[in-house]
């Protein structure tokens, strides 16, 4: 099984930040980065993965200043990550930037430098934004819509990936008896235009990955479309075994219908674990939690998480009410009205579950229990690994490493040591050539 880490600042639990034992200020705490870094190290995990958004999500200013989840105060990730490479040594590096409010060449620019400064472990996350408040602090009057987000991002990537291929692998020959610093013959400017006009070179040598690992997190048929074409890794949510199983194929087989192997691309469903040495601990650390939930942070964010609509008119104790398609995350939407009509949820119920892990699957109980559910993912197609949410931290990624890695590892489903010093490597996914030629009004052209 491929592991991630994923750590949002005190936890991805709403309260987490409320647990006595987490602390308050985490997300503007090196330190704290620092010591879950290589907690996650520890456990062996393939990389650690740092969701984020250029500003706060919302504006309901009573649940914002009750709740550290929306972005409200913590690091920048590309910063945060070069940092975690000089106190780390092998796992994985991968953040999130949006190709909605960026441009390809600084894109391109930070994580090959992330990709050299830890000599061969960055990842991006490619995300298109679900929070419209992006649009406003980029001087924009609106979020573009859905289906623009994507195509922009069609054409985004590929730009990228030519810009990291501007250089030969063995371009920069630095011959001080020659005088020759790089070899002219192995520079290939790359010349784009389309939704972006993009002529010149990165000025980096081509990152020792190649390229760094590609990380897709929509879930949409476009979201889905551009993981087939262009990720390694497909991060999604998915609550039910049926559903993951199905989403699964669907991707393994828009992979092979481009071409690619269906073994080239990973898929990795979030978890959120409750761990105890007992399901009577993990059930306890859970209604601890939720005990903690402020009531008008549990109805914002269930209205964040289904597009912003507007929940304070309908009972808490009636049905989801029938809601519009949103332009911000559809696939979470989507997720949750399904899950809410599956289970026949009330308001109340589902704000309760999705104040956990937001529609991702959440799992409680012994290292036993939780190991059996994820072989049983894997086992049935469902998942090639996980992206582990800890609900609270430190203490909820302590638990997993402490008490689920090592069951994994005596059942053969884990590493035991990294098996290199490049993600690629450790991710057993091979690096890409350089692909000799320029983009050209939206065509790589191989020579």
Avoid at 231 to 257: C, G, H, P, S, W
Avoid at 311 to 319: H, I, Y
Avoid at 420 to 442: F, I
Wanted: aromatic share 10%.
């Amino acid at each position: 099984m491929k592991l991630a880490a994923f750590l949002y600042p005190t936890g991805y639990h709403v309260a987490a930040w409320r647990h006595p034992d987490v602390q308050a200020d985490a997300g503007v705490s090196f330190r704290h980065y620092v010591a879950l870094a290589q907690t996650a190290e520890r456990g062996k995990f393939d990389f650690i993965f740092l969701a984020d958004s250029a500003t706060m999500r919302g504006n309901d200013l009573p649940a914002l200043s009750r709740t550290a989840i929306r972005y409200v105060a913590q690091f920048e990730p590309i910063t945060l990550l070069s940092a975690l490479s000089a106190v780390t040594s092998c796992i994985g590096l991968v953040a999130s930037a949006s190709t909605t409010y960026n441009e390809p060449y600084r894109v391109a620019r930070e994580f090959a430098s992330l990709d050299h400064i830890s000599e061969g472990r960055a990842g991006w996350n490619v995300v298109t934004s679900q929070n419209e408040d992006e649009a406003h602090v980029f001087g924009l009057g609106a979020h573009p819509d859905h289906e623009e987000r994507y195509l922009r991002a069609g054409e985004f990537v590929p730009i990228v990936k030519a810009l990291w291929d501007s250089w030969e692998d063995d371009a920069f020959v630095r011959n001080k008896q020659t005088g020759v610093f790089f070899d002219p013959q192995k520079l290939h400017p790359v010349a784009f235009r389309g939704r972006f006009c993009v002529r010149g070179v990165l000025n980096l040598p081509r990152p020792p990955q190649g390229y760094p690992i590609i990380v897709q997190s929509g879930s949409s048929d476009m979201g889905k479309d551009l993981a087939a074409r262009e990720a390694d890794i497909v991060f999604t949510a998915q609550n039910n075994l049926e559903d993951a199983k199905a989403f699964y194929a669907d991707m393994k087989e828009r992979t092979l219908r481009l071409g690619r192997s269906p073994d080239d691309i990973f898929i990795m469903p979030g978890i959120c674990p409750f761990v105890g040495r007992t399901k009577s601990q993990a059930e306890d650390k859970l209604q601890f939690l939720q005990s903690l939930i402020h009531p008008v942070v549990g109805l914002s964010l269930l209205s964040g998480q289904l597009g912003g609509v507007d929940l304070s008119k309908f009972s808490l104790d009636g049905p989801l009410p029938t809601l519009p398609e949103t332009n911000a995350g559809r696939s979470r939407q989507h997720l949750l009205m399904e899950m809410a009509d599956r289970e026949n949820l009330t308001l109340r119920e589902l704000c309760l579950r999705v104040a956990g892990a937001r529609g991702h699957l959440q799992i409680t109980g012994s290292p036993r229990d939780i190991v059996d559910e994820m072989f049983e993912w894997f086992d049935d197609k469902a998942a090639d690994g996980f992206n582990v949410i800890p609900p609270f931290l430190p203490g909820g990624l302590e638990d997993f490493v402490d008490l689920v890695i090592p069951e994994l590892q005596r059942r053969g489903f884990v590493r035991r040591n990294y098996e290199g010093r490049m993600l690629r490597e450790n991710l057993g996914l091979p690096r890409p050539k350089h692909r000799h030629g320029c983009w050209h009004t939206g065509a790589y052209s191989d020579s």
